[in-house]
C-alpha cells in the first residue's frame, strides 16, 4: 500500500496561485497513475488532473490552462501548480493513486487517498 499527504492549501485571491504538493510513503516502488480531485461545499468530488506512470497528464476542461500537474519519482511527491486561481476552485483537494488503472477520471478508479487540503480563494 501506499500512504499519501498532502501539503499547500491556503487562502489565495482571485488570480492568484498555489502549488499543493502529495508526499507519497510506503509501497512506492510499484508505477502509480496519480491524480488530483476536488470537492467543493455541497458538491461531489471532481477529478481535476491525472498523470500516468508513463506521464500522460489529463485535466479537467475546468483547468485546463490554468493549472500543471506533475511528479518527482525521486522525491515520491506529486505536484499541482495552480495559476489564476477562481472563487470556484475553492474546494478540498485530495491526492489519490491507483495500481490497477493506467488513467481515470472516476473517483473509483482510485484506490489510494489522501487527507485532502483546503484551496479557499476569495473574490
Known amino acids: 500500500q501506499v500512504q499519501l499527504v498532502e501539503f499547500g492549501g491556503g487562502l489565495v485571491q482571485a488570480g492568484g496561485s498555489l502549488r499543493l504538493s502529495c508526499a507519497a510513503s510506503g509501497r512506492t516502488d510499484t508505477r502509480y497513475t496519480m491524480a488530483w480531485f476536488r470537492q467543493g461545499p455541497g458538491k461531489e468530488r471532481e477529478f481535476v488532473a491525472a498523470?500516468?506512470?508513463?506521464?500522460?497528464?489529463y485535466y479537467a476542461d475546468s483547468v485546463k490552462g490554468r493549472f500543471t500537474i506533475s511528479r518527482d519519482n525521486a522525491k515520491n511527491t506529486l505536484y499541482l501548480q495552480m495559476n489564476n486561481l477562481k472563487p470556484e476552485d475553492t474546494a478540498v483537494y485530495y491526492c489519490a493513486a491507483s495500481d490497477r488503472i493506467l488513467y481515470s477520471r472516476d473517483v473509483s478508479g482510485y484506490d489510494y487517498w489522501g487527507q485532502g487540503t483546503q484551496v479557499t480563494v476569495s473574490s
Open positions: 498523470i500516468t506512470w508513463i506521464d500522460s497528464t
